[in-house]
């Protein structure tokens, strides 16, 4: 009973889940442990949705290997998180500052957006029915909490962090205004799935938090639909924001749901017992003020295992970021993350 999915859905949440990426995808036994529906309820795919995976020249989409990774989360009756649908990162180099003018390139992202999110709207319904059957035999007095359906990364990482926008192609063509028609793009492709922002250095109050805050409670006073935001939380050992619970609560007070969407906690190697002991107590911490925040709706780890951490490609002598380890043992972190869920 006492594993990671089971315990946030008994303590009212929607999800636990891991995020993945298609090479993972030929190792069984990691194969087998993300399928463990009992440890992850909820699946997002790292890379293959993204706008460079799957509009690689205009107007010509490929869904192949996002409908693998989509495919796998209904095969095991895991819920899928879409991400994402307009970032200004792992773009195709068609989509270039100076190539469109303000109209052309808000009808791209309208066009981008509607065609990405249908294409997975019968994905997520059937998602949403077959994962109910699990659910309903864990915790029967509690089916209707879960009763919903699951959600797309519609904008990532929109701002610096002074909480200003970052001068993406797409601020810099359209100002704010992609934001919107992003947003209402996806609501039309599918009224059902949850439509957040996204972004990192948002786990604790300051600048960068007060500008998602801010946005939010200007999009939904315009009437855009918006329902919930994400905080990524790629943080460090020794260094989980001590306003992270207060921060979460600040967003749920906007009227949306939270999610913890990218979470993982990295160290300077190597990993020793002090570290990976402080790594359990940063994971307690995270997962226990989620479970404080009613509107916090689920947390995803940026992959379960160091073996496929996106950690160590980017932060040079840094890693072991994630609750299980290279060879897919768990560490203390996984013992972390039931304590927050059960604290
Ligand atoms: O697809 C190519 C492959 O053909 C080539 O052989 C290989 C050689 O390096 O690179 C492959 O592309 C890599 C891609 O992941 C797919 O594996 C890129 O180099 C690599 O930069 C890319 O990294 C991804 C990163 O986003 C890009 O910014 C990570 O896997 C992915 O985990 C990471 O995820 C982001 C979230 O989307 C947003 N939040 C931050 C998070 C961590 O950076």
Redesign the pocket.
Known sequence: YCQLSRLAIAAGKRYFGS?T?N?ELSDSPYVAQLGNTADFNQITE??SM?WDATEPSRGTFTFANGDVVANLARSKGQLLRG??CV?H??LPGWVTAGNFNNATLLSIVQNHCNTLVSHYRGQMCQLYFTSLEPMITNSPSDVTVHVTTDSWDVV??PFNDDGTFRQSVFFQTTGTAYIATALRAAHDADPNTKLYIND?NIEGTGAKSTGMANLVRSLKDQGVPIDGIGV?A?LIVGAVPSTLRQNLQNFANLGVEVAIT?LDIRMTLPATQALLAQQQRDYQTVIAACKAVSACVGVTV?DYTDKYS?VPG?FSGQGAACPWDANLAKKPAYQGIVNGWTQ
């Open positions: 995020a990426d090479p790292g890379n993204k991400h994402n970032w990162s792992q990532n990482e990192f990524q790629h990218e940026w996106w980017t």
